[in-house]
């Protein structure tokens, strides 16, 4: 049996597909900014890391996000 789920992806993923989607002529600009939803622009907004894989080696911690975007500063452990 097969499942079918709706693919979720990043607000640039979406960007991206809708914009190779208009260059290869499979949509036209009207349809592709109805596919955009207001939360993919509302996570472009948030700064990101340019290249994450440069930063690979730095990590010190994973988590779950709390919001779209990065950060970067230092480390306290008391107040």
Not at 16 to 41: C, N, W
């Amino acid at each position: 049996m097969l499942q079918c789920r709706v693919g979720k992806r990043t607000g640039k993923g979406a960007i991206k597909i809708v914009v190779d989607m208009v260059q290869e002529g499979l949509i036209d600009t009207r349809s592709a900014i109805k596919m955009v939803e207001p939360q993919h622009l509302d996570q472009l907004l948030h700064p990101q890391f340019e290249d994450p894989s440069k930063y690979k080696d730095k990590v010190v911690a994973v988590g779950l996000p709390a919001s779209p975007g990065a950060a970067v500063g230092q480390v306290v452990f008391t107040a």
